[in-house]
């Protein structure tokens, strides 16, 4: 017999397995050592917005039965070495799920990455922290798994499609990701788990006959009368298959300029610029657990969003948190020679004694009138210069230019910078030197607003660390609507973060499939 429950427990009843039998049972009107009674929770989620901290479950309880596994999707992936082809450009959520969904159609993926396996790819990442060397090819966002790999491993997304969501969710679970991801509100796998599950994702592709080409780089699209039908490698060979998805991610820059060489029909995107944020993470705990000390034993590190509308030059723009990364840290996410960029990361445990967050304002075309002679690239180009200022004013290597919160409102530069966790270390800068000002004056504005919101946020005990410019494409690879086709290219299929159509590795790996699947059934042999 089963029993469904919704309750509002305490942190410890919520997080502790025995003591949440127990309240189970007592909910039950059944003793606490009831023989042969299984709970579980189906769904939780935390509400800190009262004095008291509520964790919200759903749960059900099983008396003289056992539970079945939570997933409701059992991925089954045929045999398809022998069969047509498809050609997948990014080893990144949008690529590999497109690799798997095509499996489950009866088509082969040829997956092909320009960056190194994901073991291969950690030597990379240790060079640019502890050397600042950075390979163009494998780095924090180039490489399999993409830069979903070494993030924090949300799996939350503003996507209305919960049955997509849920297949995504159940398929990372049967690849080892753990069942807790279908039970929080705001799930995350962490860094330090996430190789591990890419790796099995790969096993799969392989398994099933597909085929993956790391350190493979893609140089040339095979078009003829607006048709593409392969592509070339960094070698010369030509890869052909009934169409090609681009899932190449937000920072290949080259895929860009390739394709507006080619003149490919793509166009400038609006997208948003700005830094990383680092509070001690027993502060925000403290704000937003409403805790004394610290939030103690029971209740995950704490998160935060924010956002504030703001007026300069006549013009509104948001200013809004990005990625925060509880308990996490920060690193250098540059993908050339010459930038430097930061982005977040958190492992499973989120136990880190930093927050950090992307905080950063919207950028419109319309704000950057001087880079309208590149076209289609212009945001680009803007991206490009700040990073690469970024760079010059940190030392010329991976050193970030950084400053002190109430300091850069104040316009001083900081006499000194906090303990961090970036680990190639901080540059003590005015960030208006790295800034342009339609960005740093709105988030100047919008820091003291948040620290009304969040007493305590806006404080000299934090600093902001530049820049955070990767947060989503410049450039928009257009499709249509119902085909996802491109409206030029025949046969090409912009897909995921770099294209313009994600945000995430969920909406990625949704947007994905949904490519393979549209592919396919225009073009496979029926």
């Known amino acids: 017999m089963k029993k469904e429950f919704s309750l509002k427990l305490s942190p410890e009843e919520a997080y502790d397995p025995e003591l949440f039998q127990q309240t189970l049972l007592k909910r039950a009107g059944l003793a606490s050592d009831f023989p042969q009674a299984f709970a579980r929770q189906t769904r939780r989620s935390i509400d800190a917005r009262g004095r008291k901290v509520i964790v919200n479950v759903e749960a059900e309880l099983f008396i003289h039965e056992k539970p079945g596994s939570l997933l409701d999707h059992s991925p089954d992936y045929p045999f398809v070495g022998n069969a047509e082809a498809l050609i997948i450009v990014g080893a990144g959520p949008a690529g590999m799920f497109a690799a798997l969904r095509a499996i489950e159609l009866g088509i082969k993926p040829i997956l092909i990455e320009r960056g190194k396996d994901v073991r291969a790819r950690r030597r990379d990442l240790a060079a640019i922290n502890k050397e600042g060397i950075v390979n163009p090819d494998s780095n924090y966002c180039f490489g399999e798994?993409?830069?979903?790999?070494?993030?924090?491993?949300?799996?939350?997304?503003?996507?209305?499609?919960?049955?997509?969501?849920?297949?995504?969710?159940?398929?990372?679970?049967?690849?080892?990701?753990?069942?807790?991801?279908?039970?929080?509100?705001?799930?995350?796998?962490?860094?330090?788990?996430?190789?591990?599950l890419v790796a099995k994702l790969r096993e799969s592709i392989l398994e099933a006959g597909g085929e993956i080409h790391f350190e493979t780089r893609v140089e040339d699209l095979i078009i003829k009368e607006d048709e593409i039908n392969g592509v070339v490698t960094q070698a010369g060979d030509?890869?052909?298959?009934?169409?090609?998805?681009?899932?190449?991610?937000?920072?290949?820059?080259?895929?860009f300029q390739l394709l507006d060489r080619k003149k490919v029909f793509i166009e400038a995107k609006p997208f948003a610029l700005g830094v990383r944020i680092e509070h001690a993470q027993n502060l925000i705990d403290r704000i937003q657990y409403h805790c004394e000390v610290d939030r103690g034993p029971y209740l995950p590190a704490s998160s935060y969003s924010l956002v504030h509308q703001t007026q300069f030059q006549g013009k509104q723009r948001g200013v809004f948190s990005f990625c925060m990364c509880p308990g996490g840290f920060i690193v250098?996410?540059?993908?050339?020679?010459?930038?430097?960029?930061?982005?977040?990361?958190?492992?499973?445990?989120?136990?880190?004694?930093?927050?950090?967050?992307?905080?950063?304002?919207?950028?419109?075309?319309?704000?950057?009138?001087?880079?309208?002679?590149?076209?289609?690239?212009?945001?680009?180009?803007?991206?490009?210069?700040?990073?690469?200022?970024?760079?010059?004013?940190?030392?010329?290597?991976?050193?970030?230019?950084?400053?002190?919160?109430?300091?850069f409102v104040k316009k001083r530069v900081s006499t000194s910078l906090l303990d961090t966790s970036y680990q190639p270390g901080l540059n003590s800068v005015e960030m208006r030197e790295v800034l342009p000002p339609f960005i740093a004056e709105r988030m100047a504005m919008a820091f003291t607003v948040f620290g009304q919101k969040m007493k305590?946020?806006?404080?000299?005990?934090?600093?902001?660390?530049?820049?955070?410019?990767?947060?989503?494409?410049?450039?928009?690879?257009?499709?249509?609507?119902?085909?996802?086709?491109?409206?030029?290219?025949?046969?090409?299929?912009?897909?995921?973060?770099?294209?313009?159509?994600?945000?995430?590795?969920?909406?990625?790996?949704?947007?994905?499939?949904?490519?393979?699947?549209?592919?396919?059934?225009?073009?496979?042999?029926?």
């Open 145 to 196: 798994g993409g830069a979903g790999t070494y993030s924090d491993g949300k799996l939350y997304t503003r996507s209305k499609k919960r049955g997509d969501i849920r297949r995504i969710m159940e398929i990372l679970v049967a690849h080892g990701a753990t069942e807790e991801i279908l039970v929080d509100a705001h799930p995350h796998i962490g860094t330090n788990k996430l190789p591990v």
């Open 238 to 255: 030509q890869i052909h298959g009934i169409g090609v998805i681009l899932a190449t991610g937000h920072s290949a820059r080259d895929i």
């Open 332 to 407: 250098p996410a540059a993908t050339a020679p010459g930038e430097l960029v930061v982005n977040g990361m958190s492992p499973s445990r989120r136990d880190s004694r930093f927050a950090n967050s992307g905080m950063v304002v919207s950028v419109e075309l319309e704000d950057l009138p001087q880079y309208r002679k590149y076209g289609a690239l212009a945001a680009m180009h803007f991206q490009a210069e700040i990073e690469q200022k970024a760079w010059q004013l940190g030392g010329k290597t991976q050193t970030a230019p950084a400053q002190r919160m109430v300091d």
């Open 456 to 526: 305590g946020y806006f404080t000299n005990e934090a600093q902001i660390i530049g820049v955070e410019s990767r947060t989503s494409s410049p450039v928009r690879i257009p499709r249509d609507r119902e085909t996802f086709e491109h409206p030029q290219i025949k046969r090409l299929y912009p897909c995921g973060e770099g294209a313009g159509y994600a945000g995430g590795i969920v909406s990625a790996a949704m947007d994905g499939e949904r490519c393979a699947e549209k592919l396919i059934e225009a073009y496979a042999k029926k």
